[in-house]
C-alpha cells in the first residue's frame, strides 16, 4: 500500500511539473535587423561577387529568402515610418510640405507622432522586454524609441548618419552640422560605429536573459551601416583593394539613363568594407543568442530601409554601388530604390533555403511580428500592413489582387536624379506616375526586373486600371501634392 502511495505521488509530482512547463512556455524571441541603404543586389545569395557577406547568406540559407520585398519609400525616414507603424507614410505626408524648407523647425515636417501605436508599443504590452540600437530618424523630441514602447533605446536620435564612423561620431571638423549619437558616450577613440552598436546590443541581451529568462525579448537592431560617409575599417578596405586588383568589369562604369547617372560596378572598397563590418556583426549577435541556449526560440528578419545608393543628380558626389540588374537607386521609384533583401529565420516554421515569391513591403512588419509573437493583431494600427505569418507556415497563397504603392512628393534631382511620382505594383505589373509631367510607364516585372521596356502605350487597358486605383490611392490616404 505504502508503495502504492508513493508511486501516485511521484506520477502527480510529474504531472504538475508538465503543467507548470506547459503555462509558462515563452513566447519567441525576435530580432529585426535592419541595414541602412543596402540594395538588393549588396548581399551575396543575390549574387554580388565583391562584396562579402558571409552571415547573411548563412542566415539565408538556414532560413526563408523573400524575393519580392519592398521598402514603402526610396529614402530613409519614410521607410522607417512604416516598419514602426504598419502604416504608408503618405498618410502621414511623409515627405510633406516641409520638407527642405529653411524657416519649418527640423522635425515639423511629418514624422511619427506622439498618439501613433508601434510595434514596440503593441508587444510591450503582451509582455516583451523591448529593445532600441541604432538609427532612429524619426523624431526631435516627444517621439524618440522610449517614448514609443521601447524600454531601452540605444543611439537612437535624430541623426541619420554620422559624420565618421570612428569615434567621436558626429564630432569634428563638421561639429553641429549633425546631431549627436546620444548613449555612445563610452566610445574610445577610433572605436568603431557598427561594433559599438552591436557591443551594446549584446551587454542588454546576456543583462536581459540573466534577470529575466522567461520574458521574451523585441530587439529592434537598426544600424547606421552602411549609410554613407564611406568609411570602412583599415585592414577590410585594404582586403576589398586587394580583391578588387584581381577583378575586371564589362561595360562602362557609369550610364545616363533619365535617372541621373547611375554606377554601373560594384568597385568600392570602402563600401564593402562598411557592409563586411555590418556583416560580422550580425554574425556577433547571432552568436550570442546561440551561446544564450535562445537560437531555437528566437526569430531572426533582415532587411534594408531602401535601395542602395548607386545614383546621382547634377551636384557632384561619390555614389556607393551599383544596383544592376535592377534600375537605379535611392530614391527612385524603380526596382533600384525600393526591392530589398529580405530574410526571415523562424525556427520550427521556416525550411532552411527555401524561397517566398509573396509580395512583401515596410507595412506588413507589424502585424506578421504580432502574429509570430502570438499578440493580437491590431488593424486600426497597423491600417496598411497584411501579416505574413500564414504564407510564411503554407496555410495561405498571397492574394494576387493585392496591391502595394509608393508616393514620392518631395524629389532630389540635384542629388539623386529622381524627380517627383506615384507607383503600383499589382501582380506582374508596375506603374510609375509621374503626374507633373502627365506621363506613366508600365512594367512586367516577370520579364523585365530591369525595367527597361516601357509597355504602357502597347496595354492601354492596363496601364488605366492601374493609373485609376492608384489616383484613389491617393485620394484615399491624403496624398500630398505638389
Known sequence: MKYIQILFALVLVTLLQGCGQ???????????????DLGWADVGYN??????????????GNGMIFNNA????????????????????????????GE?????????????????????SALKEAGYATLFAGKWHLATSGTMPQDVGFDVNIAGGHAGSPISYFYPYNEGKQKGKKAPIEGLDDGVEGQYLTDHLTDKTIEWLKQQHQSQPDQPFFAFVSHYAVH???????????????????????GEPFIEEGTGTTKMHQDDPEYAALIYSMDENLGRLLNTVEQMGETDNTIVIFFSDNGGLSNKGFNPRRVATSNHPLRAGKGHLYEGGVREPMIVSWPGITKAGTYNNTVVT???FFPTILDMAGAALLPEAHLDGVSLSPFIKGDKQPDSERAIYWHSPVSRPHATGDIDCSAILMGQYKLIDYYNNDRVELYDLSTDIGEQ????????EISQKLSGKLEKWRQEVNAFMK
Not at 22 to 36: C, M, T, V
Not at 47 to 60: H, M, Q, R, V, W
Not at 453 to 460: A, G, N, R, T
Open 100 to 120: 527642405g524648407k529653411l524657416n519649418v523647425r527640423p522635425g515639423d515636417e511629418g514624422k511619427l507622432k506622439a498618439d501613433e501605436q508601434t510595434i514596440a
Open 362 to 364: 515596410g507595412t506588413d
Open 70 to 97: 519592398y521598402a514603402t519609400h526610396p529614402r530613409c525616414v519614410p521607410s522607417r515610418y512604416s516598419i514602426i507603424t504598419g502604416k504608408y507614410p503618405a498618410r502621414a505626408q511623409m515627405p510633406g510640405p
Open 22 to 36: 506547459e503555462s509558462k512556455e515563452k513566447a519567441p524571441n525576435i530580432i529585426f535587423f535592419l541595414a541602412d
Open 47 to 60: 549574387g554580388s561577387e565583391f562584396y562579402e557577406t558571409p552571415n547573411i547568406d548563412k542566415l539565408a
Open 228 to 250: 554613407e560617409p564611406l568609411h570602412g575599417k583599415p585592414e577590410h578596405v585594404k582586403k576589398f583593394k586587394d580583391k578588387l586588383s584581381t577583378m575586371s568589369y564589362d
Open 453 to 460: 521596356h516601357d509597355l504602357s502605350e502597347e496595354q492601354p
